[in-house]
């Protein structure tokens, strides 16, 4: 099925691209507002801004990477060089140079970009009125999506919320971080859940557009993040009753088949369309690069292979007997078959390697092929939203349901290993089914640093040796580039 991403996308002034045919009704060398003034046209200008979660910037690379810097995994790769911008983050040593940190500074900022043009233009057009409101609720969505991923990861970082227009200065500086929360990521997640559509009235190709559930979704974890528990559950009893379930198998969520896209559990998807011929570092490309990343390194099991995110033996050792998500996670010794193929411990440094993306050679037979979605957002990740909102508003014997639904899901069916536990108790078994059940989706650094103000993932890390960790490192470094070119960046305590 084609993917509504690989259209092309907006630069600063031109809409340009083209695998839809009704771009070419903007013309190409009108860069002008008037240009942008029809239904075709607002789709398109939405469309581009969704294009940069794709990027290495971001899901095809850099959020992922988050686990490794939280101690669930190593680099693994080639050694030397290579990964070295995230070693060096993962060990706490990095400075304001870091490539990495570089990466994800940039990365959410065309999209802010792009979502700025779509407000500033659509709510003026002259379009079907349910088109324009999905629209702007698509692109607020994807803005405080954006500025959500840079204020847990930065602190203060600057707040745009136009186009730069003649005399507008260029050189913004950096804006309190509960400001950007309060005018723009909460407020443009609640308009919204407002105006999107429920995922059940999309189809074809507008499958996998944010909906009604990816905005509660998304607004239910930045609730949690800021310890408004009341307000976050509020957000994941409303995608409750918006009817998303549990995938009756957990690799159900993973995996480069159709059937694996946009399913029961998915709230939000980076989609991408595969079978593409853009070089493996271009913004353009349109395969994920999960498989390739994170295959055994030079066995030739998946397209690429080359061997990253390998995950450590004190991860490895979380996993409670009987967890089926165990094998159907990491690839071990002994564990079942691959493809047809056994796994040898010696094939990562580690002894271990993430099975969960991987995609066969029959799916997918290149790093370039690869159309599975990369995971945003699920139903698994709500309920224990829900559970942990519930523990912390002092009704622990009610968190016990929804932790109960995930745990089941992955054959720990004993129901009385979550009753009857104290508020401390019922909070360390949640954590650590957030560790086991997102493991390796990008979500284990923020909910590290957000846990006891950043006491959590201090004490955690210094538990698994990373003894350089401090509390500056809970903030990444404003990138030194960025402060060049822009003196009125301040830089984060400590770097």
């Known amino acids: 099925m084609k993917k509504l991403f690989y259209i092309g996308f907006l630069s600063a002034l031109t809409l340009f691209g083209a695998c839809s045919d009704f771009l070419d009704k903007v013309p190409y060398e009108d860069p002008s507002a008037e240009a942008l003034t029809d239904e075709a046209s607002a789709v398109a200008l939405v469309n581009g801004?969704?294009?940069?979660?794709?990027?290495?910037?971001?899901?095809?690379?850099?959020?992922?990477?988050?686990?490794?810097?939280?101690?669930?995994s190593e680099v693994g790769a080639g050694g030397g060089t290579d990964g070295i911008e995230t070693v060096t983050l993962a060990n706490f040593v990095a400075t304001a140079d870091n490539a990495a940190a570089l990466d994800i500074w940039r990365g959410p900022n065309p999209g802010i970009l792009y979502c700025n043009t779509v407000l500033e233009n659509v709510p003026e057009m002259d379009i079907d009125e349910s088109l324009k409101n999905r629209s702007i609720g698509e692109a607020k969505f994807?803005?405080?999506?954006?500025?959500?991923?840079l204020v847990q990861l930065?602190?203060?970082?600057?707040?745009?919320?136009?186009?730069?227009?003649?005399?507008?200065d260029l050189l913004p500086a950096r804006t309190n971080k509960m400001t950007i929360y309060n005018e723009v990521i909460i407020p443009d997640l609640k308009d919204a859940v407002a105006l999107l559509p429920v995922r059940e009235e999309y189809s074809g190709s507008d499958i996998g557009r944010a909906s009604r559930g990816a905005a509660a979704g998304m607004?239910?974890?930045?609730?949690?993040?800021?310890?408004?528990?009341?307000?976050?559950?509020?957000?994941?009893?409303?995608?409750?009753?918006?009817?998303?379930?549990?995938?009756?198998d957990y690799s159900d969520c993973f995996g480069?088949?159709?059937?694996?896209?946009?399913?029961?559990?998915?709230?939000?998807?980076?989609?991408?369309?595969?079978?593409?011929?853009?070089?493996?570092?271009?913004?353009?490309?349109?395969?994920?690069?999960?498989?390739?990343?994170?295959?055994p390194r030079n066995t030739g099991w998946v397209g690429g292979?080359?061997?990253?995110?390998?995950?450590?033996?004190?991860?490895?050792?979380?996993?409670?007997?009987?967890?089926?998500?165990?094998?159907?996670?990491?690839?071990?010794?002994?564990?079942?078959?691959?493809?047809?193929?056994?796994?040898?411990?010696?094939?990562?440094?580690?002894?271990?390697?993430?099975?969960?993306?991987?995609?066969p050679l029959s799916v997918s037979p290149d790093y370039n092929t690869n159309s599975a979605s990369i995971i945003v957002l699920r139903f698994a990740d709500v309920l224990l939203m829900k559970a942990e909102a519930l523990n912390e508003l002092g009704r622990t014997e009610e968190a016990e349901e929804p932790?109960?639904?995930?745990?089941?899901?992955?054959?720990?069916?004993?129901?009385?290993?979550?009753?009857?536990?104290?508020?401390?108790?019922?909070?360390?078994?949640?954590?650590?089914?957030?560790?086991?059940?997102?493991?390796?989706?990008?979500?284990?650094?923020?909910?590290?640093?957000?846990?006891?103000?950043?006491?959590?993932?201090?004490d955690f890390l210094h538990s698994i040796g990373k003894i350089n960790a401090a509390q500056k490192h809970l903030l990444f470094p404003i990138p030194q580039r960025e402060r060049d070119a822009n003196p009125n960046l301040t830089q984060n305590q400590g770097y």
């Open 305 to 359: 292979a080359y061997g990253w995110n390998q995950p450590t033996q004190e991860f490895v050792n979380q996993y409670e007997e009987g967890d089926l998500r165990k094998d159907k996670t990491i690839l071990y010794e002994g564990g079942p078959t691959f493809d047809g193929k056994s796994y040898k411990a010696t094939m990562s440094n580690t002894g271990y390697n993430v099975r969960k993306f991987l995609v």
């Open 403 to 458: 932790l109960y639904q995930v745990r089941r899901r992955a054959g720990l069916t004993d129901r009385s290993d979550v009753e009857n536990l104290s508020a401390e108790q019922m909070r360390e078994k949640i954590r650590h089914e957030r560790r086991i059940e997102l493991a390796f989706e990008g979500h284990r650094w923020f909910d590290m640093v957000r846990w006891d103000n950043g006491r959590y993932a201090l």
């Open 142 to 149: 994807l803005r405080a999506h954006y500025y959500f991923i």
């Open 49 to 72: 801004a969704y294009q940069p979660l794709q990027r290495p910037k971001l899901y095809n690379m850099r959020i992922w990477t988050l686990d490794i810097i939280a101690g669930n």
């Open 219 to 248: 607004l239910a974890k930045v609730y949690l993040t800021l310890g408004m528990y009341e307000e976050s559950l509020q957000m994941s009893e409303l995608v409750e009753s918006l009817g998303y379930t549990l995938n009756p």
């Open 154 to 168: 930065f602190g203060d970082v600057p707040m745009t919320v136009s186009t730069p227009k003649p005399g507008d």
């Open 256 to 295: 480069g088949e159709e059937r694996h896209k946009n399913t029961a559990e998915s709230l939000f998807e980076v989609q991408y369309y595969g079978l593409t011929k853009a070089g493996f570092w271009d913004d353009e490309n349109q395969a994920n690069w999960l498989s390739t990343y994170m295959g």
